[in-house]
């Protein structure tokens, strides 16, 4: 499973690889003309009711959620309010940033991030997060603001691990592309041959998984 990334700030990160100054500039203007097209390519409608805001923590309205955008053919852990808020709110050592989508006074979506370091350069982590199938518009509103708090922040490139084909599509439609890295994520798992009931299981895409599903971020 390789990663999914978005480069931000691409002079950092070519000045970093090749030491060039020149092309570290050259790749910054690319970089700015590329996000100002891909801004006004992605701009999401919502309607009246809907808007995206900052959660200090998870309250009942994600049970609800969860109940709507679980995903029974597939395996997946299970995000309801009190897992959630062990898992980023109650952690001592890290601080998530958790992210909302309201339509009315309903939860339709959430999305966790995180920013760190990552040789030398400040990174940005998209954790997890969960919509309702084919609630392309309410990830995409996620995303993007996402997006806009690490542009904001000096976050140089914005790392995802999904398995989810329709939050590839997403990510895809933001900038995001599958990671060039040596070293993809091997996901290995034990279905002991009595239990049919699990076969079904046995491929990487029959599960959802995301970057908080392992310890893929635990040690940042």
């Known amino acids: 499973m390789r990663p999914m990334l978005r480069v931000l700030e691409a002079g950092p990160l070519v000045e970093q690889l090749t030491r060039s100054p020149r092309l570290a500039s050259i790749a910054t203007a690319l970089n700015s003309a590329a996000r100002v097209a891909s801004e ?24 609800v959620l969860w109940e709507r955008a679980r995903r029974p053919a597939k395996a997946m852990v299970v995000r309801e309010g009190r897992y959630l808020n062990w898992r980023y709110c109650e952690r001592p050592d890290a601080t998530y940033l958790l992210y909302g989508f309201e339509h009315g006074s309903e939860l ?26 084919n609630s392309n518009d309410v990830l995409s509103s996620l995303i993007g603001e996402a997006l806009d708090e690490f542009g904001g922040n000096g976050v140089a490139a914005v790392t995802c ?5 329709g939050a590839r599509r997403v990510l895809l439609r ?23 009931d699990l076969q079904r299981f046995a491929a990487l895409h029959s599960w959802y998984l995301t970057m ?3 310890e893929f971020e635990m040690n940042l």
């Open 40 to 63: 006004s390519l992605h701009r999401v409608r919502r309607g009246r009711s809907d808007k995206v805001l900052q959660l200090d923590s998870f309250d009942d309205r994600v049970d």
């Open 108 to 133: 339709a979506g959430f999305l966790v991030a995180r920013v760190g370091n990552h040789r030398g350069l400040r990174w940005g982590y998209l954790v997890d997060f969960l919509v309702p199938e």
């Open 161 to 165: 691990y999904v398995t989810d084909p």
């Open 174 to 196: 933001h900038g995001f592309f599958p990671s060039p890295g040596r070293n993809p994520i091997h996901f290995n798992h034990l279905i002991e041959g009595s239990r049919t």
């Open 212 to 214: 908080g599903d392992g």
